[in-house]
């Protein structure tokens, strides 16, 4: 079993940038690809990114392109999403999970453990 626990989350303005992290427990995920999910008030849940569990394969929404960016650090069993430029549509919880695979999309079938979230706010 994996335990998944987020941190990271709060408000902010537009413009401004928070890091999220997800610490794993329970086995190692180093060998397992790592994502973020969000969900708004209202909406479904929707992939931000994922990481593979080499690190060297990145994949984002088209919607946080080129202002989020998912790093991890298997050493210390953790994957972060740094989030920049944010804007109040940014404003969720952010879940991060993982697949039981070396690589995965952003198909949230293919996730088998999940966090409870974290909370991000972006004000106006």
């Known amino acids: 079993q994996v335990q998944l626990v987020e941190s990271g989350g709060g408000l902010v303005q537009a413009g401004g940038s928070l890091r999220l992290s997800c610490a794993a427990s329970?086995?190692?995920?180093?060998?397992?690809?790592m994502g973020w999910f969000r969900q708004a008030p209202g909406k479904e849940r929707e992939f931000v990114a994922v990481?593979?569990?080499?690190?060297?394969?990145?994949y984002y929404a088209d919607s946080v392109k080129g202002r989020f960016t998912i790093s991890r650090d298997n050493a210390k069993n953790t994957v972060s999403l740094q989030m920049n430029s944010l804007k109040p549509e940014d404003t969720a919880v952010y879940s991060c999970?993982?697949?039981?695979?070396?690589?995965?999309?952003?198909?949230?079938?293919?996730?088998?453990?999940w966090g409870q979230g974290t909370q991000v706010t972006v004000s106006s």
């Open positions: 999970a993982a697949a039981i695979a070396r690589y995965a999309s952003s198909r949230q079938t293919e996730y088998a453990y």
């Open positions: 329970g086995r190692t995920v180093s060998s397992y690809a």
């Open positions: 990481i593979n569990w080499s690190g060297t394969n990145t």
